[in-house]
């Protein structure tokens, strides 16, 4: 599509453009940066380019070059050539600020991305280092346990104190297992009353927890009992 114009007020935003290698309607460019265009056949006296009547072809051209490592510069230029008389209009200005404005709003929805992912990311090395430290907890209590071998009743003892601490079932009749530890996020799946989950993350209102079949999620402290 081509912003910042249309033909048909009812459609405000001009479809069908295509991307090509080079157009005429420009003259060659000899600057630095590399060089895009897109063109819209068959428009006819399109909004926003001077004095512009007759059927003909919108070409609109992207010059972007880099300043630095960090840093980019682009340069757009847009213009409507009539079919049958040949003559040139040039855009007032609202196509290319429009188009710069369209490129700028994708570049910050494909950053917000990379940051969500990277926070996501975040979350998941923290999940996985709570339940590496429970495990390291495990085989550290497991070794001492086996090294004291005092009696079968406090080998006992102490697994069961163990998975006191780091299991829980679901309370009756059931509860949801969420995507994030607020009452409004997303219902992952709905666990059956006295489903038994592993604790990986502790916060004073909710635990991250892992259930028999992986399925990783969050669920309020109040809907899980400890283990019988």
């Known amino acids: 599509m081509i912003h910042g114009t249309h033909v048909f007020d009812k459609e405000p935003t001009l479809t069908g453009a295509t991307a090509v290698a080079s157009t005429p309607m420009f003259a060659p460019w000899n600057g630095q940066g590399r060089v895009f265009y897109k063109i819209r056949k068959d428009v006819v006296a399109p909004r926003h380019f001077r004095e ?9 051209r992207y010059v972007v070059t880099s300043e630095g490592e960090v840093h980019t510069r682009i340069r757009i230029d847009a213009i409507f050539a009539e079919t049958a008389h040949r003559r040139l209009h040039l855009s007032d200005g609202t196509v290319e600020s429009s188009e710069f404005k369209a490129i700028q709003e994708h570049l910050q929805a494909i950053q917000f991305a990379a940051e969500e992912a990277a926070d996501a990311k975040r979350r998941r090395d923290s999940a996985e ?15 001492r346990l086996a090294a004291a071998r005092s009696s079968v009743q406090d080998l006992e003892q102490r697994i069961n104190a163990m998975r006191h601490e780091v299991e829980r079932r679901v309370k009756p009749p059931g509860a949801d297992l969420k995507s994030a530890p607020f009452r409004t996020a997303a219902k992952v799946k709905t666990l059956a009353a006295y489903t038994e989950v592993v604790i990986v993350i502790v916060t004073p209102p909710w635990y991250g927890v892992e259930t028999p079949d992986g399925q990783r999620g969050w669920m309020p402290v109040d809907q899980l009992e400890s283990l019988p």
């Open 52 to 60: 512009s009547e007759d059927l003909g072809t919108i070409a609109v």
């Open 129 to 143: 280092l709570v339940r590496q430290t429970v495990i390291r907890q495990r085989e550290d209590e497991t070794t």
